[in-house]
C-alpha cells in the first residue's frame, strides 16, 4: 500500500517537472513572439511617418 502511494507521488511529481519544462518551452517562444511584434509595430510607426511628410 505504502509503495503504491509513493509510486503515485512520484508519477504526480514527475507530471509536474514536465508540464513546467513545457511551460517554460512556451514563455520562451511567447518573449521572442512579443519581442518580435514590438520590432514591428516601430517599423511600421516608422513607416508611417515617414508617409506623413
Same mark, same amino acid.
Given at each position: 500500500?505504502?509503495?503504491?502511494?509513493?509510486?503515485?507521488?512520484?508519477?504526480?511529481?514527475?507530471?509536474?517537472?514536465?508540464?513546467?519544462?513545457?511551460?517554460?518551452? +512556451?514563455?520562451?517562444? *511567447?518573449?521572442?513572439?512579443?519581442?518580435?511584434? #514590438? %520590432? +514591428?509595430?516601430?517599423? *511600421?510607426?516608422?513607416?508611417?511617418?515617414?508617409? #506623413? %511628410?
Amino acid at each position: 500500500m505504502t509503495s503504491k502511494c509513493r509510486q503515485k507521488k512520484k508519477e504526480w511529481i514527475d507530471e509536474l517537472i514536465c508540464k513546467a519544462n513545457r511551460m517554460s518551452s +512556451e514563455n520562451q517562444r *511567447l518573449c521572442l513572439l512579443n519581442i518580435q511584434l #514590438k %520590432e +514591428e509595430v516601430l517599423y *511600421l510607426k516608422t513607416q508611417l511617418l515617414m508617409y #506623413k %511628410e
